[in-house]
C-alpha cells in the first residue's frame, strides 16, 4: 500500500503529530531492517516540512521478534530512560492504513552498515570514545525499571536466562526438519557449562555493530529493538563483543570498532555492574548460535516463497560458517 497519496495516513499523522494538513510528499525504503521494513518519509504541512521513519513488518518475519505495538512499548520506556534513540511520535494499530501497524519515529542521520562503520575511520569519531558511549548505553538499557503496561509487555523474569535460552534454540532446532549436528553439539557444551543464575534486567538483545547509527562525531541512535527481552545482562555485552559481529576488524573486541575494555569502562562509568569474564565469553558462544539459527531463518522466509530474496538466501547460508566456528570455539579441549 503507498505511503504518498494515502488520505488515511495523512490524516493519523496530522492528528498524532499535532499538524493540520499534514500530507506525505515522499517517501523511500531504507535499506537494512533484514526481519522489518523501514520507511524516510517526508511530511509537509503549512509549507514546513518534517522527515520521520516509518517502521512496520516485512511480508514474513521470524517467530523471535516483538509485534511493531511491542517492539513500540519498549524503545518508548529507553527514550524516557535516555538511551539514546529515535524519539517515538506514535503507534497506530489500525493495519487498514498502509497495510499493517506501524511505528512514526523521528528520522536520526547516520551510517548504520556494520561492514561500513567498522571499514570507515570517519564514522563515530574517537572510536575509544565510541566504544565507552555504547558501554554507558548498554548500562541504561539495562537500568530501566519497566512500569506495569511493559512488565506486561515483558511477560515473567526467568528464574535461568541461560537455560531458557539453550532450551528455546534447541527446540527451535528440534522442530526444523533438516538436522544441524554442529549447533546441537554446541547446544549440548552451552547446556554444560550454562552459568549460574544471577541479575536479570531488560536486555535489548540484538545490541551490535549494524544496530546502532554513527555519524562523523560519534553516536546517533540504538536501533533494532525487535527482540528486546529479560535476561541477563551480559547477554548483551557477549552478543556485542561476539566474534561474528566484529566483521573486517576481528582484532578489536568491542564490536569491530573498540576495544573491549573500552566497553566495559563505558559500562561501568554509567553504573553497569561489570559481570565476571567467563560469563560473557559463554554468552559470546550463545551468540554464535543465535545468530546461526536466526541465519537459517532467515533462509526458511526466501524458502518458503512468502518473500523470495537473494539477500534471504545468502543469510540463510551463514549458518554453515558459524556452526564450523562453534565447533572450534567448543571443542573437546575447550570443554
Known sequence: MSLTDNAALDAWLATTLDLPGARVTAADKLSGGAIQQ???????????????????????????????????????????????????????????????????????????????????????????????????????????????????????????PALQAVAGLRGWLDARPAPRPGLEWALRWAERHAPAPDRVTLTHQDFRTGNFLVDADGLTAVLDWEFAAWSDPACDLGWFCAECWRFSRPDLEGGGIASRAAVLSGYAAAGGTVPDPDRVRWWEVMAHIRWAVIALQQGDRHDSGAERSLHLALTGRIADTLEYRLLQMAAPEAA
Open 38 to 160: 523501514n520507511w524516510v518519509v517526508t511530511v509537509t504541512a503549512d509549507g514546513m516540512s518534517r522527515r520521520l521513519v516509518i517502521r512496520r513488518d516485512a511480508p514474513a518475519t521470524i517467530a523471535a521478534s516483538r509485534s511493531r505495538a511491542e517492539e513500540y512499548a519498549i524503545i518508548a520506556a529507553a527514550h524516557r530512560a535516555g538511551v539514546r534513540v529515535p524519539e517515538p511520535l506514535g503507534f497506530c494499530d489500525d493495519a487498514s492504513v498502509i497495510g499493517a501497524p506501524f511505528a512514526a519515529m523521528a528520522w536520526v542521520g547516520g551510517t548504520g552498515y556494520g561492514p561500513k562503520v567498522v571499514r570507515d575511520a570517519s564514522l563515530g569519531g574517537d572510536r575509544e570514545a565510541l566504544g565507552r558511549d555504547l558501554g554507558c548505553q548498554l548500562a541504561l538499557i539495562h537500568r530501566i525499571d519497566p512500569d506495569q503496561a511493559l512488565a506486561r509487555v515483558l511477560g515473567p523474569r526467568p528464574a535461568d
